[in-house]
């Protein structure tokens, strides 16, 4: 410290300086003495910033030592603090970024800008807003816990600490937002041990240096031209300028685990995730261009091991990520793909105009999964609207060495028995990828054994394969220190021994077709031979009667508590006709959940056969929300919704952690299944009834229950057909049911997010007008006879390669131009009612404007579709331009802007009733 000094006495020493040379004159106002002062001062720039600053009334006049400072003045309606007490307070209230330098004989000096962290108060009701002055080269940029703020106060730059004060980095974080989250680590590998001593400065050949204590170097930049700017954007990218303003260093270029806009990644550029939640030195998982191809991108385990990647670019999205296509709040660049200048970024913007796109970031985090996620503003937290892998036990090594992965588990990675993880700090922070290892010491012992572990799956294991009995296989393990396992085909007899290591391990022990089953070696205590004596006779005999009549007293408090919990039953679910199951019935009814419907947002449904014969279908719900009390409340109140046009629940089970729902039994299945090319084509009547059908089930949610019921999932998938092929909403109720953990729900809609009001990801919230948007999606797929995203109609298709693309931007266009029979599903051959084809249409456009208010309400859309309502033209939705505006859309072609209407109106205002409606209707 002793050394710093020097640096510092120099620092307050110009910041007097400038204090007396700021003086106003006699007779002049301070503000304009101290504007006219500053305009004689070469070099001196002020930024006006914090607007939540106080206003001072007057300038407030500060004396030490005979001299008269200039302690604030009013410019634009901010006070700005030059001084107090005759030096200038440099704490961590004030921040540091270099911005211009120039030579003044022979030494260099930077011209600085000071701006404040946050509201710091000197002296009576006095706030720092902004200050400016020139400062030597190699002096303190960052002291200590002082921080810099970006220029609009987004971000942050300073140091922090994830683990309690043991190590130290410079980082970036979002400065705006309660969530301290962190987006960019420079020492990542090498932190400060002593934040006291720790500084951030800019050296005399223009790098930026972090010193520790004894001034070592922790850090620089390695720019080989000096820099002699630096600035910090409101983007959270810290950037070197040069004295001719060209970039020199950025941190952009440096990534860590976060990905914001307009950072680019190349072959030189990848993420990385952390080690853990709370050690951000580089961990095992990256995303990264791929080698020598350049046209993908992969997540990758120790740099080498590959599992997922995002297929290649097909000009507008990634063949593996079609989500891209629908473009919210996005809008993504690939520059020169396929080539080793690859380089890949994204932009955002906001459907409401002068507003700020909400906060968005992708990550990998520790656990090997890519991430995106977007600020809510109004919960004050992150969504997680997308993620991949999915099925976080399809992460590479993510339980390392002998871990056991289960989705369904609390805690994702597991040891054997007999083993224990190799690091249990690292364990319980939640980084899994050390592994396990053997309990004790020894690494094998003459009285090993082997534990059944079943059918799974697993990599990263050296086999050795012979054939022979399970018995002549363990022997042959038991011989070899280095054999962990094995694995048994007992129909073949096929054996092999396991060396090295056992990595992702993966249950398929419900698969029926997996034979071969794993067997882990394991330590086996000798078995010591005791000799039966008569105490030990009489201890066994006072234990057995102790057990016996614990276990009444425990048989007599359990009929009490079930009795109890009977009343409760009764008492939640009073006017019902559920039947509550068993989970017992409910396996024999599925045959042990063997025949599988499909895959919802909220689980898996099987189709299962009751005693009384009749159809049903069973869904299971994953990771439910709340109590037992709270879940069959919430039954009961899905069950009292009854409704023709609504899936009917039959009844539930709820024992232990099972929740269960069971619906009546759909003959025809989903919409979903009428939307493939290759199967049987709906007529225009069913469409039409089934487009209706929807609307009414919808409807009667948000409008007649008690309390408005949000779907927040409408899709073909949930639109079920009875025999005569009448429309049914299902899964209605369920967001709540568990938790509304709407991020779930959406990271299942992959490959169909073109259901997603644009409001789920700019942050607002959900109203019953997000199900208004689904539907209006789903409509096209009715008219259209196809999925929103596939590949175009004969449109786009030289070359011989066809990319999928979004249907709903060409569709609306065409409806909008008057060109209905272009979007009609051409397997109709005409057949259809032209009137009721460009009412649906119409509708369809109604319901997917970007804005709330200017969609209908789903009672308004029943009418509208039954004919007592007529509608005109909609105009366009914002979205629907920006798409429409790009050339990555084949079949979306130029159409004239006459006739359409204006935007901006809401729905009320475009509508008119129609002269021949009825009261009656």
Known sequence: MAEMLPNVSSFMYSAAL?????????????????????????????????????????????????????????????????????????????NWVNRSSKRRSSLKKLKTRYLSRESAEFGENTTVSSISKEMELDDVIILGNSTVRSINGTFELGFFSTDGGSNWYLGIWYASIPIRTYVWVADRKNPVKNLTSATVRFTGDGRLKIMDSDERNVWQTENTESATEAQFLDSGNLVLLSQKRTNVWQSFDFPADTWLPGMNLTRLQSLTSWRSTSDPSPGKYALRLKPREYGEFELVFNGSEAYWSTGNWTGNSFASVPEMMVRYIYAFHFLNPFTPAASFFYTEFSLEKGSRPPLTRFSVDYAGQLKQYTWNSQTESWNMFWSQPENECRVYGICGNLGFCSIRALRPCQCFAGFRPVDDREWNSGEFSGGCRREGESLCDDNDGFEEVGAVSFDGAVSVSFSGSRSFCEKSCLKNCSCFGLNHNPKTGFCKNLYGNLLNLRNLTFDSTEEDVLYIRIGRKGLKKKKWRTEVLI?????????????????????????????????VLPVTNLKVFSYKELCAATRGFSEKLGHGGFGAVFRGELSDSSLVAVKRLERPGGGEREFRAEVCTIGNVQHVNLVRLRGFCSENSHRLLVYDYMQNGSLSVFLRRDVRNLSWDVRFQVAVGTARGIAYLHEECRD??????????????????TAKVSDFGLAKLIGRDFSRVLTTMRGTWGYVAPEWLSGVAITAKADVYSYGMTLFEIIGGRRNVEAPPSVG??????????????????????????????????AYDPVEAERVALVAVWCIQDEEGAR???GMVVKMLQGTV???????????????SEDSFPGIGAVSGEGLSTGGASFDDKIRISEDSHSSH
Do not use: Y
């Open 870 to 884: 007529e509608v005109t033209i909609p105009p366009p939705p914002k979205l629907l331009q920006a798409l429409v």
């Open 18 to 94: 400038i204090c007396i040379l700021m003086v106003p004159e006699a007779g002049s106002s301070s503000n304009a003495g101290l504007t006219e002062n500053r305009r004689s001062l070469p070099g001196i720039e002020t930024n006006e910033i914090n607007p939540g600053s106080k206003t001072l009334k007057s300038s407030v006049l500060c004396r030490n030592r005979g001299f008269k400072f200039c302690c604030s003045s009013k410019i634009s309606k901010k006070p700005t603090i030059i001084c107090k007490n005759g030096l200038f307070e440099s704490d961590s209230s004030v």
């Open 856 to 858: 209908p309400t789903m």
């Open 797 to 830: 298709r030289e070359g011989g390669t066809v990319e999928k693309w979004f249907f709903p931007p060409w569709a609306a266009r065409q409806i909008i131009g008057g060109n209905v029979a272009a979007v009609v599903d051409e397997r109709l051959g005409g």
């Open 539 to 571: 201890v066994s005999i006072c234990a057995v009667v102790v057990i016996l009549g614990l276990g009444v007293l425990v048989l007599l408090f359990i009929q009490k508590r079930w009795s109890r919990s009977k009343k409760e039953e009764e008492d």
């Open 708 to 725: 408005c019921i949000i779907h927040c999932d409408i899709k073909p998938e949930n639109i079920l057909l009875d025999s005569d092929f």
